[in-house]
């Protein structure tokens, strides 16, 4: 059956939206996808019924809202093929979880003089969390190199590897060119070296089926905003046996076994020890629906539209005269990120915004990698389930003003 896209639109009311009196037309869900009614009405539903902290009370009520928790958590092992509750670690999102990896997986595997490959693309939160692990640490960080359709120089990977290597951290998809990393070639070199390894899968979550035994890393984390989810929850996937030999992240309520003042503290099991604090219960609930609305659809029709998508997309924009795509590498992801000669990102953004446009201009949280491309910023379309090709119609006209207007 093909996808009724009608049908999609109208669980999503924030697409009848108007702005600066045009009607929305929203191609900024790499940043943050918009939210479907019932996990909006999931939120609500919570307050209004199911209210109460979580893992500590005996109540009603905090026996209500402890099971929805656990049961999103178990949603999220079958949506990652995880091997048990233990390997999902609720975090406030992509950049948290990368931050407690290279808090307390470097503390406990990381010594001077180790060594941990990035790659040039990478978001900020997948490289600054590292730069300040190896000034910590006294060890060093080592950058793949990238091919000017955006892709990653494997050649460049094979020869950074070395006895010091002892983590590759690299996006599963670029969040400026949308390119699709070849992870389980990367996570098959690490793994022939005893190497770890964690994939970024902010920018994959909701157009990639994600299957963590399969790919065999270490780590694997997302953020809940990106695939129709609420904002302020994320999960860190790690493998159990190396989760059980890393030292708590934060310090607090929930992820403590027994405190006394006369002898050494001590943990919850996983996945608690590493979740301090009372957590984002309403979002985590949230975020189940929003995994059973990826599923309901499907990866398969989500991948055959977003594709269509992306291909009648670069085929329009690539007519108009003076545009250039980065990042022309064939195995994409939904995202589009281009210049137009002699014009400043910040301006065509601007002037699409005039005209009802969300798309993001700008270094996009990848300053290296924008560097490297010698242009100042990009204008970034990223595309969702919800997204027409009426929209990108629309979309490739007003490009069009745009350009006569700012030349
Ligand atoms: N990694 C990539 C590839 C991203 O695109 C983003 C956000 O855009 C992040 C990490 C950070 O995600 P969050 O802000 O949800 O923590």
Redesign the pocket.
Known sequence: MSLDINAIRSQFPILETQVRNKKLVYFDN???SQKPLRVINRISHYYLHENSNVHRGVHFLSQLATDAMEQAREKLVSFVHAESIEEIIFT???????NLVAHSFGNRFVGAEDEIIISEM?????LVPWQFLCKDKGAKLRVIKTHDDGSLDLNHLQSLIGPKTRLISI?????VTGVINPVEEVVKMAQDKGIFTLI?G??ASSHLQIDVQKLGCTFY?F?A??MYGP?GV?VLYGQKAILEQMPPYQSGGEMIDRVCFSEETTFNVLPFKFEAGTPMVPEIIAFAEAIDFINEIGFEKIQQHEHELLSYATEKLLAIDGLKIIGTHAHKSAVISFVLQGLHPYDVGSLLDQMGFALRTGN???QPFIQRHGVSGTVRLSLAIYNTLEEVDLMVEALKKVKNMLS
């Open positions: 790499g940043a943050t406030k999102g992509t950049t948290e979880s990368i990478e978001h900020h939160a997948n996006a599963h998809v670029s969040n970024d902010a920018q984390v953020s905003h990106k904002m994320g996009h949280c990848a």
